[in-house]
């Protein structure tokens, strides 16, 4: 048999992802890197601002893709949490699949809560549970040796669109029954 021959045609690539795709691997790098995003999702769950922003570059980003929301630095970042945890003072994350490298983590989890306020996604207060599976992507800066901030996919075309379909369906039956008395 004859060996074949594959041409590969790739997309363009920006200038930051081509310094990614080529970034050396390093055991220690990772060490750091795997301990510093166990570090952020401890502090997450525990409600601890400070302790996340002691993950985060002092010129972080955090960006929802879904919409092209941004908050920009520490200032930033604090807004972003206590938006997100006044929302959902109850969250709950199960971490489903985690990629670390030396360009940073991708996680994959899957959120449930109780939505108490406006909060990050701007829904009216319901205090009913809601639910939906999210893509966070935390690039690293390697000099600084902490997270860029966190680009954030929300799967909305499945579960949190249900949940809120569900949720201004019980809403709509709410303010029905109120208005029938």
Same mark, same amino acid.
């Given at each position: 048999?004859?060996?074949?021959?594959?041409?590969?045609?790739?997309?363009?690539?920006?200038?930051?992802?081509?310094?990614?795709?080529?970034?050396?691997?390093?055991?220690?790098?990772? +060490?750091?890197?795997?301990? @510093?995003? !166990?570090?952020?999702?401890?502090?997450?769950?525990?409600? $601890?601002?400070?302790? =996340?922003?002691?993950?985060?570059?002092?010129?972080?980003?955090?960006?929802?893709?879904?919409?092209?929301?941004?908050?920009?630095?520490?200032?930033?970042?604090?807004?972003?949490?206590?938006?997100?945890?006044?929302?959902?003072?109850?969250?709950?994350?199960?971490?489903?699949?985690?990629?670390?490298?030396?360009?940073?983590?991708?996680?994959?989890?899957?959120?449930?809560?109780?939505? +108490?306020?406006?909060?990050? @996604?701007? !829904?009216?207060?319901?205090?009913?549970?809601?639910?939906? $599976?999210?893509?966070? =992507?935390?690039?690293?800066?390697?000099?600084?040796?902490?997270?860029?901030?966190?680009?954030?996919?929300?799967?909305?075309?499945?579960?949190?669109?249900?949940?809120?379909?569900?949720?201004?369906?019980?809403?709509?039956?709410?303010?029905?029954?109120?208005?029938?008395?």
């Amino acid at each position: 048999m004859s060996e074949r021959k594959f041409t590969r045609t790739l997309p363009p690539f920006t200038d930051g992802a081509n310094y990614q795709s080529g970034h050396p691997f390093d055991q220690a790098e990772y +060490d750091r890197i795997k301990e @510093l995003w !166990l570090d952020h999702i401890a502090a997450e769950h525990a409600g $601890d601002i400070p302790g =996340l922003l002691a993950t985060l570059t002092e010129d972080c980003v955090y960006t929802m893709l879904n919409n092209g929301k941004t908050w920009h630095g520490h200032e930033g970042a604090t807004k972003f949490y206590e938006s997100f945890l006044t929302g959902f003072p109850e969250n709950c994350f199960a971490v489903t699949n985690v990629f670390i490298g030396p360009q940073g983590v991708v996680e994959e989890a899957h959120f449930n809560g109780v939505h +108490d306020g406006a909060g990050l @996604l701007e !829904l009216p207060s319901t205090n009913h549970p809601i639910e939906f $599976d999210v893509a966070l =992507l935390f690039p690293w800066d390697p000099i600084k040796k902490k997270f860029k901030g966190e680009r954030i996919y929300f799967a909305i075309e499945h579960n949190l669109i249900a949940n809120v379909g569900q949720l201004l369906r019980r809403m709509g039956r709410k303010l029905d029954m109120a208005e029938q008395k």
